[in-house]
Structures are given as structure tokens and as C-alpha cells.
T-cell receptor
Framework: SQQGEEDPQALSIQEGENATMNCSYK?????LQWYRQNSGRGLVHLIL?????REKHSGRLRVTLDTSKKSSSLLITASRAADTASYFC?????????????FGQGTRLTINP | DTGVSQDPRHKITKRGQNVTFRCDPI?????LYWYRQTLGQGPEFLTY????????KSRLLSDRFSAERPKGSFSTLEIQRTEQGDSAMYLC????????????FGPGTRLLVL
């Protein structure tokens, strides 16, 4: 079963604007990761944020984590047409030996030129 | 480093047939994962190997599904007596053993059961 919800399910913006996607989860986590998936392709890892971190940056990406609210956000600044894809958050649990990732349902992002 | 590879990329089969998928992980990675993704959904965990040992299996993995990683390198996922509900993208990922591991995904095998 899915860990949580992603919001919005679909987002369409103009090139150059910023895109914000949110993710909520249900259980305590070790870390949270964001992945991108182009249509019909495999997943590409974007960024990992640990449970003791609140914010992380990588290029045009900014991720925040609020463990008290069990939520995370992914901000893509100065969007480009090539950013068009589905974006998934995935959590790794705290239980010893819990190696699997539990994914959300994803946000489908469309960047209009 | 050529990344994670999967074969075949696409498979069309008739209901009741058996299918087998292969995954070749990144060479130094000791962990290997299988996930299944249906249209419009995020991937769902199926099973995971540490070297050749299968350490966790999801309840999604019915007795028609079996996975192996015989020498701790490549892995196979077999589905026996396929059903239309098995139609999905089957994703393989690999990683190094660490607390902050990143899982690297292959391109997936898209299965269509007619």
C-alpha cells in the first residue's frame, strides 16, 4: 500500500515559474527521497533528506522536511520544459532491517513553453 | 558503470503463460529490489535481496511469483500462470548496504497480459 499522499496530483505551469510539490506520509522515517520519472521510463534519484535534516538544496531543487507534520515539499525553481515528468516521494522506515522504499502516488508536472 | 539494466523492456503474453524477467544491478551493489508499478501509481515493493539472500517479501508477492538471485549478482523474477491483473511495469533497483542508501532504478520491464 502507498505510504501517503502527494499534492497536487497534477501541476501545469509556464516555463520559468517555480513548481512546488508536497508529500505527506504516515509512519516515522529514517529518510525521505524524491525521484523523477519520465513517461514510461525508470526512476531517477533526485535528492535524499535525512530525518534529522529540515532543508536540503541541490541545484534548482529545494527539499524541506517537517517530521512533526510528517510532510515534505519539493521546490523546483526556474522550471524548464525538460522538468516535465512525474515526481515521487519515497520514505524509508525506522524499523531495523526495513530497507524498502514506500512511494507516494506522485505528482505529474507539466512545464509549458 | 552502466547502471541497472533490465531485460526484456517489453513483454506481451497470454493469460496463463509463464514469464521471466532479468535484472542486472550495478556491479558493486549488494542489495537488489523488485517493485511493481501500475498506471498512475507509485512503485510498490515486492521483494529484496542482500547478496543472494531474499530477506523480505511483500504480501503482494503471491505464490505465483518467485524471485532468485543465485550468485548475488543478477536476479530473475518469474510469474507463473499470468493473470490480466499482473499487467504492470516491473522495476528493479540496486544499492550499496548503508543507512543512507540511494536506490538506483533500471528502466523497467512493461508486462501486458492479454
Amino acid at each position: 500500500s502507498q505510504q501517503g499522499e502527494e499534492d497536487p496530483q497534477a501541476l501545469s505551469i509556464q516555463e520559468g515559474e517555480n513548481a512546488t510539490m508536497n508529500c505527506s506520509y504516515k509512519t516515522s522515517i529514517n529518510n525521505l527521497q524524491w525521484y523523477r520519472q519520465n513517461s514510461g521510463r525508470g526512476l531517477v534519484h533526485l535528492i535524499l533528506i535525512r530525518s534529522n535534516e529540515r532543508e536540503k538544496h541541490s541545484g534548482r531543487l529545494r527539499v524541506t522536511l517537517d517530521t512533526s507534520k510528517k510532510s515534505s515539499s519539493l521546490l523546483i525553481t526556474a522550471s524548464r520544459a525538460a522538468d516535465t515528468a512525474s515526481y515521487f516521494c519515497a520514505t524509508r522506515g525506522l524499523i531495523q532491517g526495513a530497507q524498502k522504499l514506500v512511494f507516494g502516488q506522485g505528482t505529474r508536472l507539466t512545464i509549458n513553453p | 558503470d552502466t547502471g541497472v539494466s533490465q531485460d526484456p523492456r517489453h513483454k506481451i503474453t497470454k493469460r496463463g503463460q509463464n514469464v521471466t524477467f532479468r535484472c542486472d544491478p550495478i556491479s558493486e551493489h549488494n542489495r537488489l529490489y523488485w517493485y511493481r508499478q501500475t498506471l498512475g501509481q507509485g512503485p510498490e515493493f515486492l521483494t529484496y535481496f542482500q547478496n543472494e539472500a531474499q530477506l523480505e517479501k511483500s504480501r503482494l508477492l503471491s505464490d505465483r511469483f518467485s524471485a532468485e538471485r543465485p550468485k548475488g549478482s543478477f536476479s530473475t523474477l518469474e510469474i507463473q500462470r499470468t493473470e490480466q491483473g499482473d499487467s504492470a511495469m516491473y522495476l528493479c533497483a540496486s544499492s550499496l548496504d548503508s543507512m543512507w542508501e540511494t536506490q538506483y532504478f533500471g528502466p523497467g520491464t512493461r508486462l501486458l497480459v492479454l
